[in-house]
């Protein structure tokens, strides 16, 4: 039995290794193609964005570009909706955002697709399932994009609620800026 088993691995490896041309771009498509709907679906402000079409062709660029860069597309594209509703978030937004984003190239740039992955785990309610995979097949190292992807999911969250706050998006005044950028550091901070 055992030896079969082993036999069927070494023939999906195999086949794998004929097929990685043809089989890593569909899915890399089809990840980055829920992701973004995902994305869209969540924080989709800007119509024009979570379009199908624009959906489509983000998703095939990233089926043929390294994972680090799907990651970084997804955070340009939340950037891009928040600034449709308040320009000075999205400001803050981008900040925390590229910060994040330098912390996770320097350490692990192959493991972009989990940054990504985790917040579509945690909006199916099954968040538990990618430091599993990853304590199966991975190093140690890769807790590092998973906390950048577990810290992006919580920054969606604070996105949706100073965007449903609505601090007066047409006023540039220091008070109004003050209270945006409180309410973002303190939800932040005070999530554990």
Do not use: W
Not at 11 to 22: D, F, G, H
Not at 32 to 60: E, K, M, P, Q
Not at 63 to 72: E, Q, R, T
Not at 76 to 84: C, D, I, M, Q
């Amino acid at each position: 039995m055992l030896m079969a088993i082993l036999e069927f691995r070494a023939r999906v490896c195999e086949l794998y290794q004929k097929l990685q041309l043809l089989i890593d771009p569909i899915f890399k498509f089809l990840l980055s193609f829920l992701v973004i709907r995902t994305l869209n679906t969540v924080i989709g402000y800007d119509a024009r964005l979570a379009g199908n079409v624009v959906t489509l062709a983000l998703a095939l660029i990233c089926a043929f570009v390294p994972s680090s860069i799907l990651a970084l597309l997804c955070m340009l594209l939340t950037v891009a909706h928040v600034f449709h509703v308040n320009m000075i978030l999205s400001v803050f937004v981008a900040l925390i955002l590229l910060v994040l984003y330098c912390f996770f190239l320097r350490f692990s740039p192959k493991y972009g697709y989990v940054i990504v992955a985790v917040p579509v785990l945690f909006l199916f309610r099954v968040p538990y399932l990618m430091p599993l995979l990853l304590g199966l097949v991975a190093t140690p190292v890769t807790i590092l994009p998973l906390a950048c992807g577990i810290f992006f999911y919580y920054m969606i969250s604070v996105i949706q609620n100073a965007v449903a706050l609505q601090i007066n998006p047409e006023g540039f005044d220091t008070e109004n800026i003050m209270l945006l950028v409180n309410n973002v550091v303190d939800n932040l901070l005070s999530n554990k």
